[in-house]
């Protein structure tokens, strides 16, 4: 069974200020990873994810996520954030191979100060 | 494209009440999947619908939890009776293929409170 982990429940930072929110994960078969965006009072909206070839992928807002296989992670990175990025960002994994399904970890709450 | 519909938005019952929730789909979109949210927790999936069949309802609380997708489109969520623990947000979500690593489109959600 898979597992996703979000060791940091909020983080917040400084506006213009990089950010890194931390995603590790645990599958024993190869995985596809996303990152969600939850704004307040608004369902998730899917911000990236990595199903194959390069190993960093990135989103139309700035945002960046790298999938490194040894450390099993799946960062997301923004180097220099505003507050409009302040909400509630969700990783996934979805295990690939026979029936699928996605497992998320328990949020992340960015909150940016200006 | 119209999102995903979801209604109603906000909804307090008393416990051992019942309830409803409904979502409309993105047209076109195979998958329908219903999330439970509980608060400071990840979405956790209740059932997952591949047009009008259910292909995952292992999480779904079968005693007190019903869903059906009439016709491969509209999906209602049913709880009967609901518990105090059920208070949560209820996500709908829906992807265009059978495949779940399209990634999912999500509705606003309902925002249950049992009291």
């Known amino acids: 069974a898979q597992s996703v982990t979000q060791l940091d429940s909020q983080v917040p930072v400084f506006e213009e200020a990089p950010v890194e929110l931390r995603c590790n994960y645990s599958s024993s078969v190869s995985v596809y990873l996303f990152w969600y965006v939850q704004y307040p009072n608004q369902g998730l909206q899917l911000l990236l994810k990595?199903?194959?070839?390069?190993?960093l992928v990135e989103s139309i807002n700035g945002f960046e996520a790298e999938f490194n296989k040894s450390q099993t992670s799946f960062h997301l990175r923004k180097p220099s954030v505003h507050i409009s990025d302040t909400a509630e960002y969700f990783c996934?994994?979805?295990?690939?191979?026979?029936?699928?399904?996605?497992?998320f970890g328990t949020g992340t709450k960015l909150q940016v100060i200006p | 494209e119209a999102g995903v519909a979801q209604s109603p938005r906000y909804k307090i019952i008393e416990k051992r009440q019942s309830v409803a929730f409904w979502c409309n789909p993105i047209s076109g979109h195979a998958t329908l999947y219903w999330y439970q949210q509980i608060l400071g927790q990840g979405p956790k999936l209740l059932i997952q619908?591949?047009?009008?069949?259910?292909?995952?309802d292992s999480q779904l609380p079968k005693d007190r939890f019903s869903a059906e997708r009439l016709k491969g489109v509209d999906s209602t969520l049913k709880i009967q009776p609901a518990k105090l623990e059920d208070s949560a947000v209820y996500l709908c979500?829906?992807?265009?293929?059978?495949?779940?690593?399209?990634?999912?489109?999500f509705g606003s959600g309902t925002r249950l409170t049992v009291v």
């Open positions: 996934a994994a979805l295990s690939s191979g026979g029936y699928q399904k996605v497992t």
């Open positions: 619908f591949q047009n009008n069949g259910v292909v995952d």
């Open positions: 990595y199903l194959s070839g390069s190993t």
């Open positions: 979500a829906s992807s265009p293929g059978t495949a779940n690593y399209y990634g999912y489109t």
